[in-house]
């Protein structure tokens, strides 16, 4: 069994800097407090016209595609007039709640809140036997210091919407599949898509699933 295609939030992300479909997507800016990733990689930049910030009053919007650094400038624009990562101040938990609500305290005093893109919405991840936290987990975070918060993924209706046009397809046609309560049972709820929980996920120990790191063999399964 394959896949024939796949559309992911990061995905969507891009697409919405690049083509800027709508009035509040062209009134967004070009500049830009970029939120990623160290050990699982840094997410490019490159084509999207964007100047990174290392500022919260630099910046016309926050994109949280990570949760491990914080991007740096570019000592010199790109070739596409845009100005790519340099070098990432590296930051836990704690220290992107200080950033943010730095950034909240920006959107009070310029009398609009400084908006986010979060490219990912998920809370944590599975990762191996541990969960790993997510960009949807610092979206949080913002919402809570009154942020304007932006979401490209699940529960979000623009995924939903997205996967369906591309699809050709009614919801009634779809099933859903995922192991996030809160993101893809929920968002698909609310999309009128009918779906399948996994309890083995981010979910075992509430769902009282085996052990995400073990399998147990045929045999031992009784």
């Not at 930051?91 to 943010?100: D, I, K, Q, S, T």
């Not at 986010?116 to 809570?144: E, F, I, Q, R």
């Amino acid at each position: 069994m394959g896949m024939g295609s796949a559309l992911t939030s990061g995905e969507m992300a891009h697409r919405c800097l690049a083509l800027r479909p709508s009035p509040w997507w062209q009134a967004l800016g070009h500049r830009v407090l970029h939120l990623t990733w160290s050990g699982r990689g840094p997410v490019s930049l490159q084509g999207l016209g964007l100047q990174v910030v290392a500022e919260p009053e630099e910046a016309d919007f926050i994109l949280a595609h990570g949760t491990e650094a914080q991007a740096l400038p570019a000592p010199a624009p790109a070739t596409d007039h845009s100005q790519v990562h340099g070098q990432q101040s590296q930051l836990e938990l704690e220290g992107f709640e200080a950033l943010l609500a730095r950034c909240a305290e920006v959107g009070r005093a310029r009398g609009a809140p400084l908006p986010m893109v979060v490219a990912n919405p998920d809370l944590v991840t599975v990762d191996g036997s541990a969960l790993t936290t997510m960009p949807g987990t610092l979206a949080a975070m913002y919402s809570k210091l009154g942020g304007e918060v932006q979401l490209m993924g699940k529960p979000s209706p623009l995924i939903y919407q997205a996967c369906l046009e591309e699809l050709g397809l009614e919801p009634a046609q779809v099933l859903a599949v995922g192991d996030s309560l809160e993101h893809d049972i929920r968002g698909a709820a609310a999309a009128g898509i009918h779906s399948l929980f996994i309890g083995g996920g981010i979910h075992a120990d509430l769902a009282g699933a085996a052990c995400r790191s073990e399998w147990r063999s045929k045999g031992e399964i009784g």
